[in-house]
């Protein structure tokens, strides 16, 4: 008998999720599972990263989310409609997939979002079909509560006399219509209920939910399944997952402990009294479940087909003149600016120079044209030229795209890739294509800081508010971010010590290409390897590589949670343009200030899904030059 974790959260949850995806990963290869069900809060942001992960280690993975749903109409918006229930949902196949990015992106309408992504139960029934597969939620969810009068009050009992003193008089009825109620949603085959047994020993409550669920599922003939609520990959890293909850709750271990006593349903409060919030093996699972219980996890697993969520660009169509293909149109602009950029030059007067052109160019087209890339470079030369229309000065060409001919040619840089010895190879080698995925050019557009927003409301005119966004991107706890927050929950120090010590830790990126070279990228460890005496007070790397000093603990915690992480934003640069509609092939998130939606993949993920990403970049230096530009060109009308 084997057994596959179905309710499983990553630091994708922020800050309610310590594991990475490579955790999971191995963490269920040590164990050898066979399959991995993915399930964060509200989101699928970290499905490519866990899916990635799960297939190195030969690991099926199995995308789903754990949403949050509203007691009523979830677009009504008040304090008594803020409590949130949670039911795990499963895609079962592709197209099932789809309907999770549908879900998603709907839950986080300006109608829908309040405080969280959400829906209610109706909505999310609305994706349903034969497509997903739901379960009835945690030990806290809204069939669990069914159980109880008063559940707050239930789960502050210390002994089970005392918390069956607020079991609901009508607990079956009330628990057996409302899993009806999700059976007629989902369909008989795709509705479980939870039996979250493996942290039952830690609460009275808990004890009495999981009875009366079982008596429910047998009694009425509802299928049951074995789960296990995992927010951090093995036991010992409970005491990090607190960490994290501590910092969600803007307070210290001391502070939760105290908000715990003195109200016994504060949020997260499960945290403080157990540490069964890991990923469990079969033998911890069969030591509380029931073997009917166990098999069905795998009967689930079967039921989830093995797909593919990565892809091929999705590029609009550009809109040619004459009727010219994408190639075409690419081809002839590259021969107007050999005759409008290199002839007057003289560049191309000698036989060897135009034999060193053509050739250069010739291939650059042939290998774009290989890719199916030409409408890119058509895209990135009408935002360019967007730009120049206004009268705006866009920059000239950054980083490797200088090294592209064909840049030069229509106009998208102004340097000269042969004239300077630049390789077309480093800007894009065809080499990195495969038949199921093809990597993406990146080509920096610089426009003037103030005109940023302008830029990006032509292409959302252009191509449709529907398939343009601009992209998320997640904040992490970095070296001295992780050891700030570990000395803080801790109190081990003041203020100024706090400050002083990180201080002494460089930043990650002025030590990137170092961090590269390590097998587990660490600032601290770095630090403690490369600079030891900015830290010698503190703690130390010993002979044997081992941790000593007054504060070692604090930092071998602070490594463990480096990269874990804490935020999400809305990327400075990123700008993705589809061919479809972005709530329906990506999921869309809400950004920090709740203004709009943005695509809710980090830009790696979203290029191996195909979605295609532009960096429009603000520079404030643009916005001086023109100022400049515009100084001078008054001052000679004047003089005029």
């Known amino acids: 008998m084997n057994w596959t974790p179905l309710h499983l959260h990553t630091h994708y949850s922020l800050l309610d999720g310590l594991s990475k995806p490579s955790q999971v990963a191995s963490r269920c290869e040590k164990l050898g599972f066979e399959s991995c069900a993915l399930t964060d809060h509200g989101t699928i942001s970290g499905a490519v990263a866990f899916t990635q992960a799960c297939r190195s280690k030969n690991i099926k993975p199995i995308l789903g989310c754990e949403f949050y749903l509203s007691s009523t109409d979830c677009t009504i918006k008040s304090e008594e409609n803020r409590r949130l229930s949670h039911l795990c949902v499963l895609a079962k196949n592709k197209s099932g997939w789809n309907k999770l990015i549908q879900a998603t992106s709907k839950s986080n309408d300006e109608e829908n979002f309040y405080y969280k992504p959400r829906l209610d139960l109706d909505t999310l029934g609305q994706f349903a079909g034969n497509d997903l597969i739901a379960f009835s939620g945690h030990l806290g969810s809204d069939l669990a509560n069914c159980i109880f009068s008063d559940a707050k009050l239930a789960y502050s009992a210390s002994t089970e006399e005392e918390a069956k003193r607020y079991i609901h008089p009508e607990w079956v009825e009330q628990t057996v219509i409302l899993a009806n109620h999700y059976r007629d949603i989902f369909g008989k085959e795709n509705f479980f209920i939870e039996i979250q047994a493996i942290d039952q020993e830690n609460s009275p409550a808990a004890n009495l939910v999981v009875q009366g669920l079982r008596y429910v599922a047998k009694k009425y003939g509802f299928q049951s399944v074995a789960t296990a609520d995992s927010h951090y990959p093995e036991k010992q890293d409970a005491g990090d997952q607190l960490l994290l909850l501590c910092s969600a709750m803007k307070t210290t271990l001391r502070g939760i402990k105290k908000k715990i006593q003195e109200n016994g349903d504060v949020a997260f409060s ?274 044997d590589g081992k941790l000593e000093g007054d504060y070692s603990k604090l930092f071998s915690q602070a490594m463990r949670i480096e990269g874990t992480f804490k935020s999400q934003g809305k990327h400075a640069a990123g700008v993705v343009i589809s061919s479809h509609s972005l709530n329906k092939v990506c999921p869309m998130v809400r950004d920090k200030k709740g203004s709009e939606k943005i695509a809710g993949m980090e830009m790696n993920d979203l290029e191996a899904m195909g979605h295609v990403k532009f960096d429009i970049l603000g520079i404030s230096l643009l916005d001086k030059i023109m100022g400049v530009r515009n100084q001078l060109e008054s001052k000679n009308e004047q003089e005029q």
């Open 270 to 543: 499960g945290f403080m009294k157990s540490n069964n919030f890991h990923i469990p093996s079969l033998e911890e699972i069969q030591a509380v479940n029931q073997p009917h219980e166990i098999a069905t996890t795998m009967q689930i697993a079967d039921m989830c087909e093995d797909y593919n969520i990565l892809g091929q660009p999705m590029l609009p169509e550009f809109d040619c003149p004459s009727s010219q293909s994408e190639e075409e149109y690419l081809r002839y602009l590259c021969r107007e600016g050999w005759k409008n950029t290199l002839v007057p030059t003289g560049k191309i007067s000698s036989i060897e120079s135009k034999n060193l052109y053509t050739d250069r160019v010739k291939k650059e087209l042939d290998v774009i044209s290989r890719a199916n890339l030409s409408g890119y470079f058509l895209i990135v030369r009408d935002i360019v030229n967007s730009v120049k229309n206004k009268g705006y000065i866009p920059g000239p060409g950054r980083g490797s795209a200088a090294g592209c001919l064909v840049s030069y040619l229509v106009g998208i840089t102004q340097v000269d890739p042969i004239e300077y010895g630049l390789i077309f190879e480093r800007f894009y080698n065809a080499g990195r294509n495969t038949d199921d995925h093809v990597s993406l050019p990146d080509i920096d557009i610089d426009v003037p800081a103030s005109k940023r927003d302008e830029t990006i409301d032509y292409i959302r005119n252009k191509y449709g508010q529907q398939r343009v966004g601009q992209m998320v991107t997640f904040g992490r706890l970095q070296g001295r971010s992780a050891l700030k927050e570990v000395l803080r929950m801790n109190e081990a120090c003041g203020f100024d010590e706090m400050n002083s010590i990180t201080k002494s830790l460089p930043h990650e990126h002025e030590i990137s290409d170092q961090l590269a070279e390590m097998d587990d990228p660490s600032v601290i460890k770095w630090t403690l390897m490369n600079q030891p005496e900015t830290l010698r007070d503190y703690c130390r790397l010993n002979d």
